[in-house]
């Protein structure tokens, strides 16, 4: 399930950016900023969670009264939110944000197509190399399976 904001016409160049809130994932969203403004290109913003909160994250929620999905949604938009202040403080020309439920990697090899992206940004994740092997990625999927160029900030 992918929600998104409106989306503008057609421009010249798509960048996708993915973000899952994460210091590496930040920096990400930075870097693509800063390619979408030298480029001019559109800045689409995803964030991809999971459609169940943690055990612990699920009884906070129901002390609390908030439903299960509400809570989602929230930490979805507040991601969302801080990524897109963060580009356009950094000059991307034009932001859209998506919201997406699924494996990570898959959705994001999806929009890739949809969107016509011609790079995807992505935070490197923190792991060791056996990890690594053991494992995958997110961007490690990307680099090999993307239909575009794929830009894995450190």
């Given at each position: 399930m992918i929600q998104e904001s409106a989306r503008p016409g057609p421009v010249a160049a798509r960048i996708l950016a993915a973000t899952d809130g994460s210091e590496s994932a930040g920096r990400a969203v930075e870097r693509?900023?800063?390619l979408g403004k030298a480029l001019?290109?559109?800045?689409?913003?995803?964030?991809?969670?999971?459609d169940?909160?943690?055990?612990?994250?699920?009884?906070?929620?129901?002390?609390?009264g908030i439903p299960e999905g509400e809570l989602l949604e929230r930490f979805a938009r507040e991601i969302l939110l801080?990524?897109?202040?963060?580009?356009?403080?950094?000059?991307?020309?034009?932001?859209r944000t998506l919201?997406?439920?699924?494996?990570?990697?898959?959705?994001l090899l999806e929009l890739a197509r949809r969107e016509q992206a011609?790079?995807?940004?992505?935070?490197?994740?923190?792991?060791?190399?056996?990890?690594?092997?053991?494992?995958?990625?997110?961007s490690q999927k990307l680099v090999s399976l993307a239909p575009c160029a794929v830009v894995v900030v450190p």
């Open positions: 693509a900023a800063q001019g290109a559109e800045l689409v913003i995803v964030t991809v969670g999971p169940r909160l943690s055990a612990a994250e699920a009884s906070e929620a129901a002390r609390n801080d990524a897109k202040k963060v580009a356009r403080e950094r000059g991307a020309p034009e932001v919201h997406a439920i699924g494996d990570a990697a898959q959705v011609g790079t995807i940004v992505v935070g490197r994740r923190g792991l060791g190399r056996l990890a690594g092997l053991l494992l995958g990625s997110v």
